[in-house]
């Protein structure tokens, strides 16, 4: 059974460029959420979709960052443009519908930018 | 904003040892949750305890809470050099609205 597939696995970008990050969540997963982790700040919480619609987006930091989920397949993620603070790692997570699941993660997306 | 936080940040003991890791959370909570996280990988799911529950038992893992101290241990039995990564926990407040991740204790086992 594929868990979530993220793509690219790294992108390495100069500033002021658009950086488009992918989530495939796993088949059937009703909720998908958008994580940002780095040293400092740990696992941040970007923003989260339940069936496709989002929910709450209150982490974004900036309007820089937009995220869509036009279907239960896929999601993006997308800077633009790009700051070298936006150097991360960025993980998305699925999860079934029920009272309490866990959170299935992808292995992310290594993004650094110039 | 960080809900759980882990304790302690690194661990390094000896293969065989057992390894505890502590969590401590702020605001009331529906269920609590451990992560693994391995080098360069997502986090993976180890073990969820309800608020109604005091310990829960997953093969080598043992998990216990206490919600009148907001706290939650992980105990990991008999460590081997392969449970060395970072351990999160996380803090759900109902249903699937989001966890709220601590920052992680970061583990060691030395064959």
């Known amino acids: 059974d594929a868990g979530v597939i993220q793509s690219p696995r790294h992108e390495v970008t100069e500033m002021g460029q658009e950086v488009t990050l992918r989530c495939k969540p796993i088949s059937g997963h009703n909720s998908l959420f958008w994580y940002r982790q780095t040293m400092m700040r740990g696992l941040e919480l970007l923003i989260y979709f339940n069936n496709n619609v989002p929910i709450d987006d209150s982490g974004m930091p900036e309007d820089r960052f937009s995220a869509k989920m036009p279907n239960a397949s896929f999601s993006t993620l997308k800077i633009q443009p790009s700051e070298p603070r936006d150097s991360a790692v960025y993980f998305c997570?699925?999860?079934?519908?029920?009272?309490?699941?866990?959170?299935?993660f992808g292995d992310g997306t290594r993004l650094s930018i110039l | 904003s960080q809900q759980g936080e882990e304790d302690p940040q690194a661990l390094s003991i000896q293969e065989g040892e057992n390894a505890t890791m502590n969590c401590s959370y702020k605001?009331?909570?529906?269920?609590l949750q451990w992560y693994r996280q391995n080098s360069g990988r997502g986090l993976v799911h180890l073990i969820l305890?309800?608020?109604?529950?005091r310990e829960k038992h997953s093969g080598r893992l043992r998990v216990t809470l206490d919600t009148s101290k907001k706290s939650s241990s992980l105990l990991i039995t008999a460590s081997r050099a392969a449970d060395t990564a970072s351990y999160f926990c996380a803090t759900g407040s109902s249903g699937n609205t989001p966890l709220v991740f601590g920052k992680g204790t970061r583990l060691s086992v030395i064959a």
């Open positions: 605001t009331s909570i529906n269920n």
């Open positions: 305890i309800r608020s109604n529950e």
């Open positions: 997570a699925s999860t079934a519908t029920g009272e309490v699941q866990p959170q299935h």
